[in-house]
């Protein structure tokens, strides 16, 4: 996927000095690819206070007994999981104008059905603006 020049540099910034071109941008004490980044992302969302305060996801303890995490007494919220940030990408190049045939190549996708999921986000006042600044609207 491609990604604006101005985004790599500042996430060149967080890379520590020794690590190799294919090591993580965010690695776990081990150097390896962080496996708890979903768990730090969802604290980050309750700190920020983004947690829908609705949520009630059940999870089995060791001893085999169900507890229910609330996302109102913790970072459980359901809202918040990493394929979001793929989803954003997606949604945010489509509100940009980039056509879908190009995104469904950057996306990966096989189908144009599996890219076109991300046209929901795609607000009707992002197509009237684009609609006022196109060749059409320029006829009085």
Known sequence: MPVPQKLIAHLQSFRPANAG?????????????????????????RRGKLNCGHCAVPHELEDGTVRINRCADGPFCGRWFLHKFRHTYATRHLQDGIDIRTLQQWMGHRDIASTMVYLKGVRNSDIQVRLNKGSIASFS
């Open 21 to 45: 071109a294919d090591d993580p941008i965010f690695p776990s004490a081990t150097g390896r690819p962080d496996g708890a980044m979903l768990e730090k992302l969802k604290a980050v969302a």
